[in-house]
């Protein structure tokens, strides 16, 4: 039996290079990682549905101030954002309930802060036109969320 070198070692080339792009890329271990991103996005469709009906009851019909109705509407929201990413999205079932709310909220604080810094530098550095930087900033600030949830704030501990 004749072993063909060339191609073993173009075989074990490969097979390294693909081990080590998979560690990268979240999206190989489970081939329905669409239904996880799908989930996600509804999720956070769902809680800005809450989020600007909570807002439109208080200003209008409870008669609050503005501040206090966002403020109001906010915390009803991330609530249910919080519930619907931990249960419903990552079907997360550990009992670290505070400290997973801690998390949370650091990522959205620090989401906060990411999408000033990428407006000033689209809108005012690089003088795009703010609606499509929103847009732009938007997609990669809940491509950062999506990650850091998945392995940071819902991670399945083993």
């Not at 503005?66 to 619907?84: D, E, H, K, Q, R």
Request: charged fraction near 15%.
């Amino acid at each position: 039996m004749i072993i063909n070198t060339k191609n073993l070692f173009f075989k074990l080339k490969y097979n390294r290079i693909k081990s080590q792009v998979y560690n990268i890329w979240p999206f190989h271990r489970k081939p329905n990682w669409h239904k996880l991103m799908v989930k996600y996005l509804l999720s956070g469709a769902v809680s800005t549905s809450i989020h600007l009906l909570v807002l439109g009851l208080a200003y209008r019909f409870l008669d609050l101030q503005i501040i206090s109705a966002t403020t109001l509407a906010y915390l009803f929201a991330f609530g249910v954002s919080f519930c619907l990413q931990k249960f419903w999205t990552f079907r997360n079932k550990a009992k670290r309930y505070f400290e997973q709310i801690y998390f949370y909220l650091l990522v959205g604080v620090f989401n906060l802060f990411f999408n000033a810094a990428l407006m000033q530098a689209l809108v005012v550095n690089l003088d795009f036109h703010y609606l499509f930087s929103q847009l732009l900033t938007s997609g990669l600030v809940a491509l950062n969320s999506f990650l850091l949830y998945k392995y940071l704030v819902f991670k399945h501990k083993k």
